[in-house]
């Protein structure tokens, strides 16, 4: 789409709705480059405490002039659209908000591999997993109001709360009083390879980077050990396998 308009103003209505949706595309990526450069110059916890802070006030001014604007009500600064939706409904909406989420990482990594290579992208993907899995696990353990040292029942928990759990299957076992094994039982990414006739991705250089700051963030006493990620064989019950723990009594 070429644009001719000076000025905004001059725009025409489709131009003018396009760059809306690049206005929000903006703010978005702001407040994502101010976590960036506060975990740069702050280191990670400091940036997480920051992030949450700053969250806590901008959302509901973010929401209630989005809400005047749009025309939509909100109770508590939640959307009442969301309210009036049945438990099914709102179980969809986290399900597709999984798959976008999915889709915006893959575009992302292919867009660098078509760029450079495929060790590139991996690079960069494994240096953004160091970054989002703390965030995520963060993100998580204040919404459900998980305490400082949440142990491994609290692992558990969160690791049910994450994005992927909204798209893929997995299952927590008990293994010992004091370690649990995680399963990647079907993944999205490496099913949808796997129906392809491709081998699996290597993953195994971003899942332990991963794992082991998801659940050092949920719980700082915790340990992380891979039982099995490709490239690593596996078998058909599961891509990938993890051991979580507490050394001070496995």
Same mark, same amino acid.
């Given at each position: 789409?070429? %644009?001719?308009?000076? $000025?905004?103003?001059?725009?025409?209505?489709?131009?003018?709705?396009?760059?809306?949706?690049?206005?929000?595309?903006?703010?978005?990526?702001?407040?994502?480059? #101010?976590? !960036?450069?506060?975990?740069?110059?702050? /280191?990670?916890?400091?940036?997480?405490?920051?992030?949450?802070?700053? #969250?806590?006030?901008?959302?509901?001014?973010?929401?209630? &002039?989005?809400?005047?604007?749009? /025309?939509?009500?909100?109770?508590?600064?939640?959307?009442? %659209?969301?309210?009036?939706?049945?438990?099914?409904?709102?179980?969809?909406?986290?399900?597709?908000? !999984?798959?976008?989420?999915?889709?915006?990482? !893959?575009? #992302?990594?292919?867009?660098?591999?078509?760029?450079?290579?495929?060790?590139?992208? $991996?690079?960069?993907?494994?240096?953004?997993?160091? &970054?989002?899995?703390?965030?995520? =696990?963060?993100?998580?353990?204040?919404?459900?109001?998980?305490?400082?040292?949440? !142990?491994?029942?609290?692992?558990?928990? =969160?690791?049910?709360?994450?994005?992927?759990?909204?798209?893929?299957?997995?299952?927590?076992?008990?293994?010992?009083?004091?370690?649990?094994?995680?399963?990647?039982?079907?993944? &999205? %990414?490496?099913? =949808?390879?796997?129906?392809? /006739?491709?081998?699996?991705?290597?993953? $195994?250089?971003?899942?332990? %980077?991963?794992? &082991?700051?998801?659940?050092?963030?949920?719980?700082?006493?915790?340990?992380?050990?891979?039982? /099995?990620?490709?490239?690593?064989?596996?078998?058909?019950?599961?891509?990938?396998?993890?051991?979580?723990?507490?050394?001070?009594?496995?």
């Amino acid at each position: 789409m070429t %644009v001719s308009a000076e $000025k905004p103003e001059e725009l025409n209505q489709n131009e003018m709705a396009m760059l809306i949706m690049d206005l929000l595309h903006r703010t978005i990526v702001h407040h994502t480059l #101010w976590f !960036g450069e506060v975990e740069h110059q702050l /280191g990670m916890p400091k940036a997480l405490e920051i992030m949450n802070e700053a #969250w806590q006030k901008s959302y509901p001014l973010q929401i209630k &002039r989005l809400s005047e604007i749009f /025309g939509f009500k909100i109770k508590e600064t939640i959307p009442e %659209v969301l309210l009036s939706k049945d438990k099914a409904e709102l179980l969809k909406i986290m399900k597709e908000l !999984g798959k976008n989420w999915l889709a915006g990482d !893959g575009i #992302w990594f292919q867009s660098v591999e078509s760029h450079y290579d495929l060790w590139e992208a $991996k690079r960069c993907n494994d240096s953004c997993w160091a &970054r989002f899995s703390p965030f995520e =696990a963060s993100s998580i353990k204040k919404f459900l109001q998980l305490p400082e040292s949440a !142990g491994l029942e609290g692992l558990k928990k =969160a690791l049910r709360f994450r994005l992927y759990a909204c798209i893929n299957t997995q299952t927590i076992i008990d293994d010992t009083e004091q370690s649990i094994i995680f399963q990647m039982n079907d993944c &999205r %990414v490496q099913s =949808a390879r796997k129906r392809k /006739g491709l081998t699996d991705y290597p993953c $195994k250089s971003a899942g332990l %980077v991963e794992y &082991r700051t998801f659940a050092e963030t949920i719980d700082g006493r915790i340990k992380t050990e891979c039982i /099995g990620c490709p490239p690593d064989q596996h078998p058909a019950q599961w891509f990938c396998s993890w051991k979580f723990y507490l050394p001070d009594k496995a």
